[in-house]
Nanobody, 117 residues
Framework: QMQLVESGGGLVEAGGSMRLSCRRS????????MAWYRQTPGKERELVAS???????KYSDSVKGRFTISRDISKRMTYLQMNSLKPEDTAVYYC???????????WGRGVQVTVSS
């Protein structure tokens, strides 16, 4: 079972930057689409950014122009660079992988990102 481990969360002031990292424990046949989600209490998990590795990354409207997803496939790492952070970006951020072959989903445990005003 592939595992995802996030790192890089914490507390930052509004307007600041933070980079989240996600390490995959292994590669799987056919590759994966990597994504970042976030969730706040009482709300559904929200897709923030996704990267298939062979096309343009996609972003939610709320983070477009501020966040950047990137991958280092050789190291099985995925990053989320977050700039111009806002208090409304405060959430638990989850790394997600979806198999390109059978669409199995894998989740990390999540990291807390808190943006103070």
């Amino acid at each position: 079972q592939m595992q995802l481990v996030e790192s890089g969360g914490g507390l930052v002031e509004a307007g600041g930057s933070m980079r989240l990292s996600c390490r995959r424990s292994e590669s799987i046949f056919g590759g994966v689409l990597m994504a970042w989600y976030r969730q706040t209490p009482g709300k559904e998990r929200e897709l923030v950014a996704s990267d298939s590795g062979d096309g343009a990354p996609k972003y939610s409207d709320s983070v477009k122009g501020r966040f950047t997803i990137s991958r280092d496939i050789s190291k099985r790492m995925t990053y989320l660079q977050m700039n111009s952070l806002k208090p409304e970006d405060t959430a638990v951020y989850y790394c997600n992988a979806k198999s390109n072959i059978d669409h199995r989903l894998f989740w990390g445990r999540g990291v807390q990102v808190t943006v103070s005003s």
